[in-house]
């Protein structure tokens, strides 16, 4: 079992930046895909990153790649997405998600465990 807990949200004005933070509990394992999704109002959750726990490289989305940058810390269990230059559009909650068979991808079906969000406001 595995669990999420996201921290680091708040109100920031147009071009602004935030960090937030992921802390993993639980048993994982370098097989493990983290990603970072986003859901605003009326609108479908969206990937927007993907880390292997192990090694692997990084995926963006679009809409924050050059913006965005995900990362994991394995020896504090924690993931991070530092985000730069944010936009009125970027407004969501953010979740932290796990996927342990690896495979990763886009869909939120895939993955298992989920963190409770954490919101991000932009003001324009």
């Known amino acids: 079992q595995v669990q999420l807990e996201e921290s680091g949200g708040g109100l920031v004005q147009t071009g602004g930046s935030l960090r937030l933070s992921c802390v993993v509990s639980?048993?994982?394992?370098?097989?493990?895909?983290m990603s970072w999704f986003r859901q605003s109002q009326g609108k479908e959750r969206e990937s927007i990153a993907r880390?292997?726990?192990?090694?692997?490289?990084?995926f963006y989305s679009d809409s924050v790649r050059g913006r965005f940058t995900a990362s994991r810390d394995s020896a504090k269990n924690m993931v991070y997405i530092e985000m730069n230059n944010l936009k009125p559009e970027d407004t969501a909650v953010y979740y932290c998600?796990?996927?342990?068979?690896?495979?990763?991808?886009?869909?939120?079906?895939?993955?298992?465990?989920w963190g409770q969000g954490t919101q991000v406001t932009v003001s324009s």
């Open positions: 998600a796990a996927d342990p068979s690896g495979y990763g991808g886009p869909s939120p079906v895939r993955y298992r465990y």
């Open positions: 639980g048993r994982i394992s370098s097989t493990y895909i």
């Open positions: 880390v292997p726990w192990g090694s692997g490289g990084t």
